[in-house]
């Protein structure tokens, strides 16, 4: 993974680190599709702090110059994809979580660990 899509996954993630994001996932999938490299994964208990973990990630990265090109589902915010270009963020409430279960849709992407980052 290049060193430009590691820093956008590690400011990411410290994002939703800092507003309580549950159960962070980092999915490589650069090769097993052209849509991204990387999709991360993150949950939220309500509305409210899902709609801040998203307001957080998009000034984050935006600060950095990684502006969000697409954020999808922000209003009803069950589940919310930002669109980074090389990296998606995916925001869940817990059931829209379980039901989609992107971790074994994605189950040929390479699960990182942090550390690795």
């Known amino acids: 993974m290049e060193a430009r899509i590691k ?3 590690r400011l990411a993630i410290e994002a939703l680190e ?3 994001a ?3 996932k980092i999915i490589d999938i650069s090769e ?3 849509v991204a ?3 991360l994964i993150a949950g939220g208990s309500n ?3 899902i709609q801040a973990l ?3 990630v998009e000034e984050k990265l935006g600060r950095a110059g990684f502006p969000v090109r697409q954020v999808e589902g922000y209003e009803t915010a069950n589940w919310v994809l930002m669109d980074f270009g090389d990296i998606i963020v995916h925001i869940f409430d817990k059931e829209n979580r379980l039901l989609y279960d992107l971790e074994r849709l ?3 992407g390479k699960q990182i660990d942090r550390e690795s980052l």
């Open 7 to 9: 820093e956008t996954v």
């Open 54 to 56: 998203c307001d957080n």
């Open 18 to 20: 800092e507003k309580k």
């Open 32 to 34: 097993v599709s052209v």
């Open 47 to 49: 509305r409210n702090q």
């Open 22 to 24: 549950e159960d962070l």
């Open 106 to 108: 994605w189950r040929d």
């Open 37 to 39: 490299d990387v999709f």
